[in-house]
């Protein structure tokens, strides 16, 4: 005779899963969710450690020798300027860019003027300046900078003993006083942009009112530039 023996049921498994109150769909959804999370505080704090070894650039003007500088009549901004003509003397104000953090240089630096007001009759477009070094990009190193040409201008000689004057860029010539935005570029995408203002000598009106026997000039009065505000930009 055997004995029959009842199964009974698991009453703790039970329990414990009734006590929890999560489905295994609700608890994937918890490890995935906490997942997402991770990966979003990771994320942001790769993009905030990227963003403090960034480069960061100022432009700069002053008064000093740096920015005011008498140029060589051999220099490679001056020759492709007065094409076939004799230079007899050049004068150059510079912006300095320089930058500050230290951590990290930036590569392929443009450095563009616009939005002059008052306009210039014959362009409204913005012009690339170019480094003193005459190139046209430029890198600069951390705790680095480089200077490039604000307005440069010539006074020249043609084969035919006529005197001369010419300025670069153009967009400033028109103007006594003017504001105008350089707008900095890196790696081909918008870096920030500053206004400034400039009192400007080198004028059409007033270069063309001076002596004739201080032609060309030993000595000049170099234009005053003044920073006006930031505008707004990546930093």
């Not at 329990?15 to 929890?20: C, F, G, L, P, V």
Request: charged fraction near 25%; glycine fraction near 6%.
């Amino acid at each position: 005779m055997t004995r029959s023996t009842r199964l009974r049921p698991t009453v703790g498994a039970a329990t414990r899963d009734a006590e929890s109150g999560l489905s295994g769909w609700e608890e994937f959804g918890i490890v995935v969710g906490g997942s997402i999370a991770a990966a979003a505080i990771l994320g942001i704090a790769h993009w905030l450690w990227r963003k403090s070894q960034a480069p960061l650039l100022k432009i700069e003007c002053g008064d000093s020798y740096d920015f005011d500088k008498r140029v060589g009549n051999t220099d490679v901004a001056v020759a492709p300027a007065v094409e076939q003509h004799r230079a007899l003397a050049a004068f150059a104000k510079f912006v300095r860019v320089t930058e500050t953090r230290g951590r990290s240089g930036a590569s392929n630096v443009v450095l563009r003027m616009k939005d002059v007001q008052p306009p210039a009759p014959h362009s409204t477009a913005f012009v690339e300046l170019r480094w003193a070094d005459s190139r046209e990009t430029n890198d600069i190193r951390p705790h680095g900078h480089k200077y490039a040409f604000a307005q440069l201008v010539i006074f020249y000689e043609t084969k035919d003993g006529e005197l001369g004057w010419r300025t670069t860029p153009t967009l400033l010539e028109h103007a006594d006083t003017a504001q105008f935005t350089l707008e900095l570029l890196v790696e081909g995408r918008r870096y920030s942009e500053e206004r400034f203002r400039i009192v400007n000598p080198w004028s059409r009106s007033q270069i063309e009112a001076w002596p004739d026997d201080v032609w060309p000039p030993s000595e000049i009065e170099f234009p005053k530039i003044e920073k006006v505000t930031t505008l707004p930009g990546r930093t």
